[in-house]
């Protein structure tokens, strides 16, 4: 949830590369860069001196990748150790904070979409999360976090809520399986809390919320969670995201099988209303 980890672009540009990197990053990249290029060394031979990859001093140097104590320290005493990097590495950022790396360039889609849906299978999608819940995944993390970045992990996840009621004209998806919903996480108290404001947010005109049945015989998402979205020139985009990483889909078969599927599923939940009972009769039962 909170890793920086960057997947990179797949050959043939069905998925788009993410996240944009930061202004620092781009900044002590193009210092490296400068300063490597002064010296008179090729990105191999430099490598070579650090004892990097060409690919991960390429990465250094376009700001893509957040360079490690080792790579700062070997690139210093390699270019000079004039001290500008080990002082400019003090003043790094991986771009906008509280969200994972991997998911904010589809935070950034997500403002202007004119359509989103939804598939989750593991917990309660963030565009629903209750403040406590969140608190209660970030609780969850390991490695665990310091309060600090839990704190703006909660405030961004709470801001970007506020898309369901500020975009009354969008509409959002959501089919989540009935086991995310009996899951207890933080407590009774939580879970009747996150199940108050799924009820509240399912009243609005412009939110959906199904539930996939735990007795259902057919399910067409088995691959796991996904997320699709209209852009405003009716183009589609797929996000996919697993442990430590996340993909952008952009390649139009691969978003339309993705989005196939996504039909079926929604056929194969409970209806809204049928929804909105069960999660009333599980908030009764706490």
């Known amino acids: 949830m909170t890793t920086d980890h960057v997947e990179p672009a797949a050959p043939g540009g069905e998925c788009e590369r993410e996240p944009d990197p930061s202004d620092s990053l781009r900044t002590f990249g193009a210092v490296v860069q400068a300063l490597r290029e002064h010296a008179g060394l090729s ?3 430099f490598g070579e001196l650090v004892r990097f990859s060409k690919h991960t001093v390429e990465s ?3 700001g893509r990748r957040m360079p490690d104590a ?4 070997r690139a210093e005493e390699a270019l000079g150790n004039t001290g500008a990097l080990r002082h400019s590495a003090r003043f790094l950022t991986r771009g906008e904070a509280g969200l994972a790396a991997w998911f904010r ?3 950034r889609l997500e403002r202007t979409a004119v359509s989103l849906c939804t598939y989750e299978c593991r917990l309660i999608p963030g565009l629903l999360q209750s403040e406590g819940y969140v608190r209660a995944l970030c609780e969850n993390e390991i490695p665990p976090l310091s309060d600090d970045v839990l704190e703006t992990t909660v405030q961004v996840r709470m ?5 369901l009621r500020e975009r009354p004209d969008t509409t959002f998806d959501f089919v989540i399986e009935e086991a995310v919903f009996m ?3 933080g407590g009774a108290q939580v879970t009747a809390k996150q199940l108050d404001l799924i009820l509240e947010l399912g009243l609005l005109r412009n939110v959906t919320v199904q539930v996939m049945p735990a007795n259902s ?3 067409a998402c088995l691959s796991g969670p996904v997320r699709l979205l209209e852009m405003p020139d009716g183009r589609w985009r797929a996000y996919s995201e697993g442990q430590e990483n996340g993909r952008l889909i952009a390649g139009p078969k691969e978003v339309s099988r993705i989005h196939m599927r996504y039909a079926r599923l929604r056929s194969q939940a409970l209806s809204p209303k049928d929804s909105m009972s069960l999660l009333v ?3 009764g039962a706490l």
């Open 43 to 45: 990105r191999v031979q």
């Open 60 to 62: 250094v140097e376009l």
């Open 70 to 73: 080792s790579f700062v320290e």
């Open 105 to 107: 360039q589809w935070a």
């Open 159 to 163: 801001e970007r809520q506020q898309l």
């Open 183 to 185: 899951r207890r996480l």
């Open 217 to 219: 015989e057919q399910h």
């Open 281 to 283: 009769r599980i908030r």
